[in-house]
């Protein structure tokens, strides 16, 4: 290898060029370390023994998702509130390590008052939501849950508010400004932990399906654009990352959508992950998962080779809407990398954590992830969920916020104006 | 006047040492400027000159505000829109201005496409809620309004993925510290600014009382407070806004929880005021007002003075209300006023704009009102609210969300399970 280094220009697109561009030194122009091979061979190391790295920590993390997803909804939900905890306590701590020299004492425990009051608004939310269907047969604990609901609001707002008031009255003279930017992106880090954590549950709750396979195509495509970028990658895609590459991000693209639709059809087969989970218990699932999760038969044309084993193919309606978000995962979601790679250059750091080996920290890996829940639950609420489902969701209101009387008022108003309707229309 | 020069440290709480600290001038210690008289001279002067332009300017603003709270709700929006565009406006070209060296111009642009899109994002929801009520009787606008609002959330989606990927797209090299100071900063003006109307907007619509009384009480207190300051004002108050003193700020308090008390009195006894608004028409509201509004008549005891006019008093339950809202417009609102001194401080600005003659930017007045209207929102939905009120919201949803078949099947079920409940009790 090390006689590579006379062949001089020749070899412009050979690995040790491809290898420049991934190893993200976009500072130094190609042309200048071009002769120092000893240079390249131990970085050519270096390459191999990451990927071992990456790869053994990958291994250890799907396995214990597998476990995650076969224990349920109640525990994958403690796992996301895991990683949210890891992500805030990494942000956070780089908030403080950018600025050393101005550290204030009290600031950290605010930031924890806000992470906790927003966890707490979030997920009270949700929690309270399923409890009442959990124990729904107990009147006291239902009427107690149903006061729980109705302060939750302001509980949250007035927790708020104290800290609020508390940053107020610790701001200290010629800190100001340090003080005030700390407070803007203590806000920022809220927004971004929790919009993708609550949108995560909130799928979680829908089906484990609508979690599961938006999570595993973003890992796909991570590790698509890893792999046939280490292999094929030539032509760098963005400045933000000049590890990335057109060929990975191609290759990457075709891999997702191939995945998508093959996982759904896997995916779809199981009750445990197209159910929807009403309450807080742990038990079995069992629902008619409806039309999208029935097997539809395709005769294969006659044109198909011969050496194609089936004739007829069964297509789950769920695997078109599969596709689309393949097609979210590959093209648009990396856009989560980009912006996490420009914020890493911005601010001068390498990776936001180190929690995991090989990988860098918790929210390196969530990047994209963030990007993706949140569309996965926005396209599954406009253009997957069935009516039917949307009356659950307004039963569910109707048995939660009101007491039985209002519920029987309500039962007579609606009677009414149905009755209105249909002989308005006849 | 200028013999005060000579009295020395006899008059350190008389007008002029009074006026140093009301003047903002907190860098100087008070003992060096002492034996400048001519200079408080002109203070002096001009601190009625700036009381007199203030003055003036709130006696325009209020009669305006009169005559729009007249015509009605949806005059009232377009103030709060008018506002909120002022206010963004202000605070963009703020973020502008604190590097100018590092201008960049397609970021003004994102910054507005990130506006409209919360813009369409916070007042679709509202606005279709309304629309569908109004055009329930034509078949075609109801479904098209149904429509709409099915693809409102991934449209606002999409809008704000496109700014997102507008702004990593339009990253510069060596300008990445400030664009990604400025993206965060920008969601931080649009979170202020769209909290505080959106939350402005609901209170609206659900009847002009909540809305009218708690920003008249911030006004009232902001006034109560400077007039109070001005001619008792000794005791310097926080720090942070050297301008506030302890007697401005308990004099304003009684003046606002007495203001509110009447103020509900007078203000419960409109219709116009008190009803809920349902639709988008601007016509005459008629409704029962509900026992809030309700007069309850009380003897006044035997132990009153006798010059009192009235032996029997009536009172209407929300005066009781008012008292709270009251109570937190003058102890906790004016944190809002604290946290707009200390940014100013920090960021080194007078104002944050010029809008409005001796009150400064648009953003200056409304700090406080920020704080209570979302204060306001919350305390209505969670102590107010009667459970009737409840019902109708849960109506809306069903006649907008649901189409008919379903809106039956909804009946039958509610029906189903309401009569499952009954037996279980008896």
Redesign the interface.
């Given at each position: 290898m090390q006689k590579d280094t006379g062949s001089g220009p020749s070899t412009p697109s050979g690995p040790t060029a491809r290898l420049r561009r991934r190893r993200g030194s976009n500072e130094v122009p190609p042309e200048v370390d071009k002769g120092n091979g000893s240079h390249l061979l131990v970085n050519d190391h270096n390459k191999y023994k990451s990927m071992i790295t990456r790869a053994y920590s990958s291994v250890w993390m799907i396995g214990g998702f597998a476990l995650i997803i076969y224990m349920g909804h109640l525990y994958i939900w403690a796992m996301v509130v895991v990683i949210q905890i890891f992500m805030a306590k990494e942000l956070f701590s780089l908030l403080r390590k950018t600025h050393e020299d101005s550290h204030l004492p009290g600031f950290r425990h605010l930031n924890w008052h806000f992470f906790f009051t927003a966890m707490l608004f979030v997920y009270g939310r949700i929690l309270s939501q399923r409890l009442v269907n959990t124990v729904t047969m107990d009147k006291f604990l239902y009427k107690l849950v149903g006061r729980l609901i109705?302060?939750h609001?302001?509980t949250c707002?007035f927790l708020y508010?104290a800290g609020?008031?508390w940053?107020?009255l610790s701001?200290k003279?010629k800190m100001?400004?340090y003080?005030?930017g700390q407070y803007?992106?203590t806000?920022?880090i809220l927004?971004v932990v929790f919009t993708q954590s609550s949108f995560t549950v909130a799928n979680i709750f829908e089906g484990i399906f609508w979690f599961l396979l938006p999570a595993s195509l973003i890992v796909i495509n991570d590790i698509a654009a890893y792999i046939f970028g280490f292999f094929f990658g030539k032509t760098p895609l963005i400045?933000?990352s000049p590890k990335k590459t057109w060929e990975g991000f191609i290759g990457a693209s075709v891999t997702t959508m191939i995945s998508a639709f093959v996982l759904a059809n896997i995916l779809g087969h199981f009750q445990w992950l197209t159910c929807p989970r009403k309450d807080l218990s742990t038990g079995w699932l069992h629902c008619d998962p409806g039309s999208l999760f029935k097997p539809e038969y395709f005769t294969v044309p006659e044109w198909f080779p011969e050496w194609f084993p089936w004739r007829e193919i069964s297509i789950l309606p769920v695997q078109w809407h599969a596709l689309c978000l393949g097609l979210f995962a590959s093209i648009?979601a990396p856009?989560g990398g980009?912006?996490a790679s420009?914020?890493k250059?911005?601010?001068k750091i390498k990776d936001f954590g180190d929690s995991i080996p090989g990988h860098g920290g918790i929210t390196d890996r969530m990047d994209c992830q963030m990007?993706m829940a949140?569309?996965a639950y926005?396209?599954h609420?406009?253009?997957v969920v069935p009516?039917?489902l949307?009356?659950e969701m307004?039963?569910d209101?109707?048995?939660v916020?009101?007491?039985?009387e209002?519920?029987?008022?309500?039962?007579m108003?609606?009677?009414q104006?149905?009755m209105e309707?249909q002989f308005g229309e006849s």
């Open positions: 109705k302060y609001m302001v707002y508010i609020f008031m940053f107020i701001l003279k100001y400004k003080q005030f803007a992106w806000h920022m927004i400045k933000l648009i856009f980009f912006f420009g914020f250059r911005a601010f990007v949140v569309f926005i396209y609420q406009s253009f009516q039917s949307s009356i307004i039963m209101q109707i048995l916020n009101l007491p039985f209002d519920q029987r008022a309500l039962y108003k609606l009677g104006i149905i309707r």
